[in-house]
Structures are given as C-alpha cells and as structure tokens.
C-alpha cells in the first residue's frame, strides 16, 4: 500500500495561484496513475485531476481546466497541482490519491483509486 502526504495548501486571495505536492512512499508509485480530489463543506468529494503512471495524459474537471495543471517527478516520487486563477469556489480539502494497478488508464471515478493522503486545506478569499 502506498502512503500519500498532501502539502503546498494555505490562503490565498481570489486570482492568486498555489502549488500543492503529494508526496508518496511505500509500494512502486512511479507505476501508478495519481489523481487530485476535493471536497468543500458540505459537499461530497469531486474530481479535480488525473494523470498516467508516466504523465504522458492527463484529465480535468471542467470547473478547473485552463486554470489547474497536474504533473509528477517520479523520481522524487512526487505529484503536482499548480493552481492558478483561484476562485473562491475552489475552496476546499484537496487530497491525492493512487490508482487500484499498475499502469491503469485514466479515470475520473473514486472508485478506482485504492490509496488516499489526508489532506490539505486551501482557502481562497474574494
């Protein structure tokens, strides 16, 4: 079982950009494919954004798509999230997670990622 560890959350003001890092330990992450989530308060958890074992394709949520942007340095066995264009709407818990196997294709659904970090909250302020 991979463990994740989410960082890179805090406040910003709308417009203001962060990056938040998932750092990952355990079973061989390079292999899997990685994805973003978040849930607001009183919302159910939604998809942000998946990226492959490689990082050769990756997918958004249309709420987030031209302003988010997913990456990983499987050396440093490490997935990114660079958020740019803030709004507050996109306040939120953000957590990463791991695919279910090796090598998967890309999926938006919970259902298919087996790991999960606890967390990071980033608030963005109008």
């Known amino acids: 079982q991979v463990q994740l560890v989410e960082s890179g959350g805090g406040l910003v003001q709308a417009g203001g950009s962060l990056r938040l890092s998932c750092a990952a330990s355990?079973?061989?992450?390079?292999?899997?494919?990685a994805g973003w989530f978040r849930q607001a308060p009183g919302k159910e958890r939604e998809f942000v954004a998946t990226i492959t074992w490689n990082g050769g394709n990756t997918y958004y949520a249309d709420s987030v798509k031209g302003r988010f942007t997913i990456s990983r340095d499987n050396a440093e066995n490490t997935v990114y999230l660079q958020m740019n264009s803030l709004k507050p709407e996109d306040t939120a818990i953000y957590s990463c997670a791991a695919r279910r196997e090796m090598f998967a294709p890309l999926s938006p659904s919970e259902a298919d990622f087996a790991s999960w970090g606890r967390g990071t909250q980033v608030t963005v302020s109008s």
């Open positions: 355990g079973r061989t992450f390079r292999y899997y494919a």
